[in-house]
């Protein structure tokens, strides 16, 4: 498959060696930076525009995802990874691009109600053809220009919110090509219990999957504990043991702050075995 991605501007980050590279594919922008000579680790995150650049974040804060995965990695006796941002397709002619990008498809095309009324239906969703691109074209195209090495028990993705729940319906569709999901506040409530019913079954149970989850206790991310809840009993109902970490953390809410403060714990829990 030819991909071509299109440069856009190149530009430095604080605690960063080199440059990110931020490019444009179909129409998607896509931040991404790697340790020179390339890594054999890949981070894919969701909401790109939040993982390097204050000037493009929601609240002017990134989650300092590369700052925290060359630490983590340095303690690990790795190298850093790649780490790509994807960043979603939300515009003004377009408000809802973010959502459609995110939102699980499949359960909503089957009938799945949402615990809301959107502005838009579910045939609308392009969730599955998102994941598609990310995985077919964006990231491999990336590995190449880098000089990286792309493999599945090296490979991670990780999101907040929306984003949490697309990286676990990313381990649902995609399987084979990641095995390590970092979902941070899971966005639960789009649907509650039926949403947690349909993708916990469905994700793979195998010995070499890991996933990790969370939620903070203020703002929308209180709304999750129940739903959280019955996703953990779940996960240790279908006997995934130590290859599942859910972690509460106190005192913290639904913004890049917040997950900036603890994305080091999902990091460690992906590159330190």
């Not at 340095?74 to 809802?96: M, Q, R, Y």
């Not at 109600?113 to 990310?134: D, H, I, K, W």
């Not at 941070?184 to 890991?210: C, N, Q, T, Y």
Request: hydrophobic share 35%.
């Amino acid at each position: 498959m030819q991909v071509t991605l299109s440069p856009i501007s190149q530009y430095q980050v604080r605690g960063i060696p080199g440059t990110v590279e931020r490019v444009a594919f179909d129409g998607r922008t896509i931040d991404y930076w790697a340790p020179e000579g390339g890594s054999n680790h890949v981070l894919i995150a969701h909401d790109g525009q939040n993982i390097f650049d204050r000037k493009t974040a929601t609240f002017l804060y990134t989650w300092k995802l590369a700052q925290t995965s060359i630490r983590i990695a340095t303690e690990s006796n790795k190298k850093p990874p790649l780490v790509i941002g994807v960043f979603h397709s939300s515009t003004k002619a377009d408000p809802n691009g973010r959502a459609k990008d995110l939102c699980p498809e499949d359960p909503f095309r089957d009938g799945m109600e949402p615990t809301y009324v959107p502005t838009f239906s579910a045939q609308e969703l392009r969730g599955n053809s998102y994941l598609e691109s990310v995985f077919n074209a964006i990231v491999p195209e990336i590995v190449k220009r880098t000089k990286s090495v792309m493999t599945p028990e090296n490979t991670a993705m990780i999101g907040s919110s929306m984003g949490g729940l697309a990286t676990l319906y990313g381990a649902i569709k995609h399987r084979d090509k990641f095995q390590t999901a970092l979902a941070l506040s899971p966005h639960w409530v789009l649907a509650g219990d039926p949403l947690v019913d349909w993708m916990i079954p469905r994700l793979p149970l195998s010995h070499e999957f890991k996933v990790w989850m969370s939620r903070g206790t203020k703002g929308l991310d209180a709304l999750y504990e129940p739903h959280q809840d019955k996703a953990d009993q779940m996960m240790a109902d279908a006997g995934w043991g130590a290859r599942y970490r859910s972690k509460v953390f106190h005192r913290t809410t639904h913004n890049e702050r917040s997950w900036a403060s603890y994305v080091d714990e999902p990091l460690r829990f992906w590159l330190s075995n």
